[in-house]
C-alpha cells in the first residue's frame, strides 16, 4: 500500500521565479495538508484541501496557492519566490475531515538561490 | 492562537538512561501526536493520544497527556544510540475544526554511547 507520495524530492529556483509541488495521497485518504518547515523549526500549516476546495488556510500570503484534483491529488504552488520560501514541503494525507491520523510524505526540499 | 512548546529544546543523554520531553499547549485539544525526524528526512508518527489519561507505549517510548493541564509527555527507558533523532508533539487545534497541526519547535536527541 503506498504511502503519501510527493515530487520531486529536491528543487533549486531562483528569485522570483514559480514553483509547482505534487502530492499524491495514501490509497484511502481524501484530505490533503500542506505544511512548510524551515530548518531547525517545527513544521508551519499552510493549507488544507478536501472535496477540491480549500478548507483552512495558515498564515501564509497568497503567493502560496493549491489545488486538488478529482484523484485527490494535490499540488502547492509558489509564486515570486523569496529566499526565506527555501524549506522542507511536507505533504500530510488524512481519511476526511475530522478523522485523527496523518500520514506524511517524504518532503520536497526547495532551495530558493 | 494556539501554542505548543517543547522542552528541552536540545537533549544529550548517555545510553542507558531515562530522560522525559515534556509538551505543553495553551489552548483545549483533544488529540496530540508525537512524531520522529531524522535528518533530511520526513515525519514518522508515534503515537496519537486522544483522551485524558491516554498513555501509550511502543519499546523504549512511552507517551500520555493529560488535557487538564494541557501536558504530554514522552519518556524515553534505557535510551539508545538508535533513538538519536528530533521529536515533535503537534497539537489539533479546534478552531481550525481539528484540521489543523500546530507543531512544537522540537527536540533534538543525541545519545551518546
Known amino acids: 500500500d503506498a504511502g503519501v507520495t510527493q515530487s520531486p524530492t529536491h528543487l533549486i529556483k531562483t528569485r522570483g521565479q514559480q514553483v509547482t509541488l505534487r502530492c499524491s495521497p495514501k490509497s484511502g485518504h481524501d484530505t490533503v495538508s500542506w505544511y512548510q518547515q524551515a530548518l531547525g523549526q517545527g513544521p508551519q500549516f499552510i493549507f488544507q484541501y478536501y472535496e477540491e476546495e480549500e478548507r483552512q488556510r495558515g498564515n501564509f500570503p497568497d503567493r502560496f496557492s493549491g489545488h486538488q484534483f478529482p484523484n485527490y491529488s494535490s499540488e502547492l504552488n509558489v509564486n515570486a519566490l523569496l529566499l526565506g520560501d527555501s524549506a522542507l514541503y511536507l505533504c500530510?494525507?488524512?481519511?476526511?475531515?475530522?478523522?485523527?491520523?496523518?500520514?506524511f510524505g517524504s518532503g520536497t526540499r526547495l532551495t530558493v538561490v | 492562537e494556539l501554542k505548543v512548546e517543547q522542552n528541552p529544546l536540545f537533549l544529550s543523554m548517555q545510553e542507558g538512561k531515562n530522560y522525559t520531553i515534556y509538551c505543553n499547549y495553551s489552548?483545549?485539544?483533544?488529540?496530540l501526536y508525537w512524531y520522529r525526524q531524522d535528518p533530511g528526512k520526513s515525519l514518522e508518527s508515534l503515537f496519537v493520544l486522544l483522551s485524558n489519561g491516554a498513555v501509550k507505549q511502543e519499546g523504549r517510548l512511552m507517551a500520555s497527556l493529560d488535557t487538564k493541564a494541557r501536558l504530554s509527555t514522552l519518556h524515553i527507558t534505557a535510551a539508545v544510540h538508535d533513538l538519536s533523532a528530533t521529536y515533535f508533539c503537534a497539537v489539533d487545534d479546534k478552531d481550525f475544526g481539528n484540521e489543523k497541526l500546530t507543531f512544537g519547535t522540537g527536540t533534538r536527541l543525541t545519545i551518546i554511547p
Open positions: 489552548t483545549t485539544s483533544d488529540r
Open positions: 500530510a494525507s488524512s481519511p476526511g475531515l475530522f478523522a485523527y491520523g496523518y500520514t
